[in-house]
């Protein structure tokens, strides 16, 4: 399988192509920067392996949710490629990401992810891990506010971590919860990689979609709208 992904959800701006069971990949920490980086990123991943588009399986997007414009970044890159290459894409889950590259270096039954949604909010993923070592949403990413997760009064099977950005650029978030979990880990944004296995098994799933049907995960759908109260 032969697949490119790009998630630029967050500072990160990262590109991964999986080919001949190989990865380049190639991932940049530079906000505000991810529309002069990104094309270049895809071209020089191409490059190297000496995959053209045409030869792609798919192309595989992080989806958010994050930052409102980096999603339509890669959105519109993706669907731009894939226009011009007849491909279609998979659109994946940018917190399903981290969760999936604490799993791939920590024995870990749950793993608990928070993004900076601004307006003291996070976005929030709760993943157990499947038999093929892939995280699986345990309930719907939401919107979340400061307070006790109330999702994490529920014992999880194993030792839970946490995950994201979230928990730094909030603090008291972290200390409303840190009974909940046994550690805090140092994964803080999506890498395109840990996007791939995630976009196999979507294609292999029948998840891949025609380019013009792609929806950023917003989750917030109206910037201007007031947070709830904390609890």
């Not at 595989?60 to 890159?77: C, E």
């Not at 999702?151 to 409303?176: C, H, I, K, N």
């Not at 996007?195 to 995960?217: C, E, H, M, V």
Request: aromatic share 6%; charged share 20%; proline share 6%.
């Amino acid at each position: 399988m032969t697949l490119l992904a790009l998630d630029t959800s967050s500072v990160a701006c990262s590109v991964a192509l999986l080919f001949d069971n190989k990865i380049v990949e190639r991932h940049e920490e530079q906000p505000r920067e991810h529309t002069r980086i990104l094309l270049p990123m895809i071209r020089s991943a191409l490059k190297e392996s000496g995959v053209g588009l045409n030869e792609l399986d798919a192309i595989v997007l992080g989806n958010g949710p994050g930052s409102f414009i980096g999603m339509r970044i890669a959105a519109s890159v993706a669907q731009g490629l894939a226009f011009g290459a007849g491909l279609r894409i998979v659109p994946v889950s940018s917190l399903a990401a981290v969760a999936a590259e604490v799993f791939a270096i920590h024995e870990v039954a749950e793993v608990v992810v928070t993004q900076d949604a601004h307006m003291r909010e996070v976005y929030l993923g709760i993943y157990g891990c499947d038999e093929h070592g892939l995280p699986v949403a345990s309930y719907s990413e939401r919107l979340c506010t400061l307070g006790p997760v109330k999702e994490l009064d529920v014992a999880a099977s194993g030792p839970r971590l946490a995950a994201g950005f979230g928990w730094q650029r909030y603090p008291e978030l972290l200390e409303r919860n840190r009974d909940r979990f046994q550690q805090i880990v140092d994964v803080l944004h999506p890498r395109a990689r840990y996007l791939l296995g995630l976009g196999a098994a979507g294609l292999q799933s029948g998840a891949a979609l025609d380019p013009k049907a792609i929806n950023p995960a917003y989750l917030r759908q109206k910037v201007a709208e007031k947070p709830a109260p904390t609890a």
